[in-house]
């Protein structure tokens, strides 16, 4: 696989939890998540420059059933999170709309304390990208704040952030992620 769609350095060290082939082994981009049990924090990276509807339908389906594992702690303590969308050079609508609507089916009712978006943003992404966080201000009464790539780090940093192994439900996870087709439809829900 091309080295420039692997983790970034930022997360080399973090053991891999969840990782998505959007396109399978036809094009090298992929989603990588990463699930701080103890603080309830997520950590999803795109490494690809477009992000596209097979895509979104893979970082959703990734998002959810991680979620989903998770429910019952975040019924109770809610979730924040940080996107890493820094190799993002566009956000094309059907994947941005696709992104509102499954936002809006699966994330009412779930108290989001923070959410971070780290691009390195041109003036098409940061419309997109803010347009998309009205909406999810709506949805969940979170917006999500847009910060500069270069502070990734310090932000995960200053939240104590670091993933431990993973959990035994991923490699499941894992599985049934690989096994989708994100170009062709929307997946099934992997909701256990």
């Known amino acids: 696989m ?18 998505v082939a959007p396109y399978g082994k036809t094009r090298p981009q992929r989603v990588y998540m990463w699930w701080d049990a103890e603080r309830r924090f997520l950590v999803v990276t795109v490494r690809t420059r477009v992000v596209d509807l097979p895509v979104a339908r893979a970082i959703v389906a990734a998002v959810d059933v991680l979620l989903d594992h998770e429910r019952e702690a975040l019924d109770v303590y809610g979730v924040s999170g940080i996107h890493d969308w820094r190799m993002v050079r566009s956000y094309e609508s059907d994947a941005r709309k696709y992104q509102q609507d499954k ?21 098409l992404l940061h419309t997109a990208l803010s347009v ?11 917006p999500i704040r847009l910060i500069k790539a270069d502070q990734l780090e310090p932000e995960l940093r200053a939240r104590g952030v670091s993933p431990g192994p993973p959990l035994p439900y991923m490699a499941k996870i894992n599985e049934q992620l690989a096994a989708m087709d994100y170009i062709a439809a929307d997946p099934p829900s992997l909701r256990p």
């Open 2 to 19: 091309n080295a420039a769609f692997e983790p970034p350095s930022e997360f080399e060290q973090w053991p891999r939890h969840v990782e």
């Open 103 to 123: 936002a809006k089916e699966n994330l009412g009712g779930l108290t989001i304390h923070e959410q971070l978006i780290a691009a390195d943003v041109n003036p």
């Open 132 to 142: 998309s966080s009205m909406v999810f201000a709506i949805v969940t009464g979170t």
